[in-house]
């Protein structure tokens, strides 16, 4: 089981950027997918989450801003992230397990590198 995340970089407040979570050595639909960040000096935070039968999960905190999609035929999970303001500067990961609840509690066994997505002007 790989991940490979991509397509962080530095975007000005107010931009969108998208996300790839490519993966490898299993398939999207027995595995859930989260997406997490950290930035300097916090804690990791749980951002969406896609299960297998293709349902999602958003934290509160990116609710109507992140959206988390997949195309299975890429093997690969996206964030779409729109609006993006400076406090989203952090490096962005993604991870999996075969469970939901994992994977949602932050406690996903598989994770990928970290991309890095900074905000500024």
């Known amino acids: 089981v790989q991940l490979q995340a991509s397509g962080g970089g530095l975007v000005q407040p107010g931009r969108s950027l998208r996300l790839s979570c490519a993966a490898s050595g299993f398939t999207l639909d027995k595995y859930a997918i989260g997406w997490f960040r950290q930035a300097p000096g916090k804690e990791r935070e749980g951002l969406s989450a896609?299960?297998?039968?293709?349902?999602?999960f958003d934290a509160d905190s990116v609710k109507g801003r992140f959206t988390i999609s997949r195309d299975n035929a890429k093997n690969t999970v996206y964030l779409q992230m729109n609006n993006l303001k400076p406090e989203d500067t952090a490096v962005y990961y993604c991870?999996?397990?075969?469970?939901?609840?994992?994977?949602?509690?932050?406690?996903?066994?598989?994770w990928g590198q970290g991309t890095l997505v900074t905000v500024s002007s």
């Open positions: 991870a999996t397990d075969t469970s939901l609840r994992a994977v949602i509690s932050g406690k996903p066994h598989y």
């Open positions: 896609i299960s297998g039968s293709g349902s999602t």
